[in-house]
């Protein structure tokens, strides 16, 4: 089973510049998430979805925006990067708000000039 | 502010000593989860509870989740050198997930 696929896992962008980071799931769950970790501040929720067409602000959404078109398919868009923005990304997915079933993909690792 | 404290922050242990680590809030939260990571991977999934006072356990591992649901504790017993990771709290309120900063175990063979 694939469970959660972010790509792509590394990128280096310059201030300013867009990307979209993927997440991909196929465990047919509803609830899906994004979280950025940096060193000393643990785990912070950015956006998530409780379904398809469906989506939130988490603890820190400032510059950052996301769609659910499908069940599977949860991006992440960086509008206009700034060094702030550098840090690891994580997708996940649950079967529900509570955290069944939770899992996490391995991370994308950005860096921005 | 962080939601959820977690300690210690550190911990360096000899094998097979026991340890417990700690997450504490002042908030009451549906549910609470616990995970290990590892360098370069994401979280996986230990323990989900749901119920104040619910106690799991999972092989040498028991979870501990307090009676007004807003701390838990998670204890190892025996520790092995595969413990080694990055233990961390997470607490569900309202669809919104909050993560401790996490507790660094070395377990030294």
């Known amino acids: 089973n694939a469970g959660v696929t972010q790509t792509p896992k590394f990128q280096v962008l310059k201030t300013g510049q867009s990307m979209t980071l993927q997440c991909a799931q196929d465990m047919n769950h509803e609830y899906m998430s994004w979280y950025r970790q940096d060193p000393g501040m643990g785990l912070r929720l950015i956006h998530y979805s409780v379904g398809a067409g469906i989506t939130d602000q988490g603890e820190v959404p400032n510059g950052y925006n996301v769609s659910r078109s499908t069940t599977e398919d949860f991006p992440l868009r960086l509008l206009s990067a700034a060094p702030s923005q550098t840090s690891v990304y994580f997708c996940?997915?649950?079967?529900?708000?509570?955290?069944?079933?939770?899992?996490f993909g391995d991370g994308t690792r950005l860096s921005i000039l | 502010t962080q939601l959820l404290e977690q300690s210690p922050q550190f911990l360096s242990i000899q094998e097979g000593e026991n340890l417990t680590v700690y997450c504490n809030s002042s908030s009451v939260f549906s549910s609470l989860q616990w995970y290990r990571q590892e360098p370069g991977e994401g979280p996986v999934l230990l323990v989900t509870?749901?119920?104040?006072?619910e106690v799991k356990k999972l092989k040498r591992l028991t979870f501990q989740f307090g009676d007004a649901r807003k701390d838990s504790s998670l204890h190892i017993t025996a520790a092995q050198p595969g413990d080694t990771g990055l233990y961390l709290c997470?607490?569900?309120?309202?669809?919104?997930?909050?993560f401790g900063t996490g507790t660094s175990l070395t377990v030294i063979p």
């Open positions: 997470a607490g569900a309120t309202g669809n919104q997930f909050y």
């Open positions: 509870v749901v119920t104040g006072g």
């Open positions: 996940a997915s649950s079967l529900d708000p509570l955290g069944m079933s939770q899992h």
